[in-house]
Nanobody, 114 residues
Framework: VQLQASGGGLVQAGDSLRLSCEAS????????AGWYRQAPGEERELVAR???????EYADSVKGRFTIYRDSTQNAVLLQMNSLKPEDTAVYYC?????????WGQGTLVTVSS
């Protein structure tokens, strides 16, 4: 099982980005799938995740700004990030649980300048 993350970049505060995590297996079979991030000197933290049934969960710091959803046509979990802030700067990792095993994609760097 492979997860391929993409979509990071350098943006200004207030801009938007959309991260994509393409899976080598049916994305609807992951339970759950989501995004974590790790800023320099910080621990990895949950950003958002979506269960197999479609229930979503968000970190308080991104509620109202980020949206996680699955796209079956792309076989991917997407993270739409709006109103980005400098404190959102981090390496973002996608994650998924498939057949009781946890898989991680490679990180994609998001840098938000003030």
């Amino acid at each position: 099982v492979q997860l391929q993350a993409s979509g990071g970049g350098l943006v200004q505060a207030g801009d938007s980005l959309r991260l994509s995590c393409e899976a080598s297996r049916n994305i609807n079979s992951f339970k759950p799938a989501g995004w974590y991030r790790q800023a320099p000197g910080e621990e990895r933290e949950l950003v958002a995740r979506i269960t197999k049934g479609g229930t979503t969960e968000y970190a308080d710091s991104v509620k109202g700004r980020f949206t996680i959803y699955r796209d079956s046509t792309q076989n991917a979990v997407l993270l739409q990030m709006n109103s980005l802030k400098p404190e959102d700067t981090a390496v973002y990792y996608c994650n998924g649980v498939y057949l009781e095993y946890t898989y991680w994609g490679q990180g994609t760097l998001v840098t938000v300048s003030s």
